[in-house]
């Protein structure tokens, strides 16, 4: 499975000359369809041209917001309300039929980490979800594709029980592994996507039931460009913050990186 995705408008264009995509590419997981959606602006034509060359197109961001009282992403403990995850349900299949889209690449990340740990309610939640989510997927259009990103095997972690694993990988077509972007973390310094830190990755995975014909490794097309210019210490990398506001004693990050002077 090969497959391309961005935010940066009408780059698709040259993801889809027949140069590159050749028959290799098989999904664009969109990440900036609420903005442009799937036919309009920069997106103009997406849809038509991968399913001409048939590339399947998933959707996060704009599945991810919708129906308020389900945005589970930023408000994790929304994810209990069995009500709730009904209706953003038939919500999510509805515009999946509506867009002619071919499924979901769910990223699924940020506090909801916190709480799969804590919560043996909301790792039941969540293994329920994606079930209901799939089986109706399945029955309005079959053969539509469920994924969701991972990291280390996050969402999940050795809290799920055995049972709520085995749901999970009947449900979900594939786990997208996030190996990309990750330059100099967790160690100042550490190359784009090394080996030991896949592996590592990896392995957490496997050790909590996931098969491995299910996990996709995704990588990285760019890499990090660590000359910081003259007279600066390039080994003592750290994050840039940007916590709004900031938040004494939390340490944040959003992959990119500053250089510090030489000390």
């Not at 089986?135 to 539509?144: F, H, K, L, N």
Request: charged share 15%; with cysteine.
């Amino acid at each position: 499975s090969l497959f391309i995705y961005g935010t940066n408008g009408s780059e698709w264009r040259l993801w889809l000359d027949p140069e590159i995509s050749g028959g290799k590419i098989t999904t664009i997981p969109v990440f900036n369809s609420v903005a442009g959606g799937f036919s309009t602006g920069n997106n103009a034509g997406l849809l038509c041209e991968a399913h001409r060359q048939g590339i399947r197109v998933v959707d996060w961001d704009t599945v991810a917001g919708m129906y308020g009282p389900f945005e589970f992403v930023t408000f994790p403990e929304r994810i209990l309300n069995a009500t709730a995850r009904d209706i953003w349900i038939e919500m999510a299949v509805h515009f999946m039929v509506a867009s002619g889209i071919d499924g979901f690449g769910l990223d699924i990340e940020g506090p909801i980490y916190g709480l799969m740990v804590s919560s043996a309610p909301a790792r039941e939640a969540l293994t329920t979800t994606l079930e209901k989510l799939k089986a109706r997927m399945e029955q309005v259009v079959p053969g539509s594709l469920l994924a969701v990103w991972i990291q280390s095997g996050n969402p999940w972690n050795s809290r799920f029980s055995q049972s709520q694993i085995a749901r999970t990988v009947a449900a979900v077509d594939q786990f997208w592994s996030m190996e990309y972007s990750a330059c100099g973390m967790p160690y100042a310094g550490m190359p784009e996507a090394p080996w030991p830190w896949i592996k590592e990755n990896l392995n957490t995975t496997l050790s909590y039931g996931f098969p491995r014909d299910q996990i996709v490794e995704v990588f990285p097309w760019h890499d990090c460009d660590f000359n910081c210019g003259k007279d600066v210490n390039c080994s003592k990398l750290r994050p840039r913050e940007y916590c709004n506001p900031p938040v004494p004693g939390k340490f944040c990050f959003n992959n990119m990186y500053v250089c510090l002077p030489h000390t």
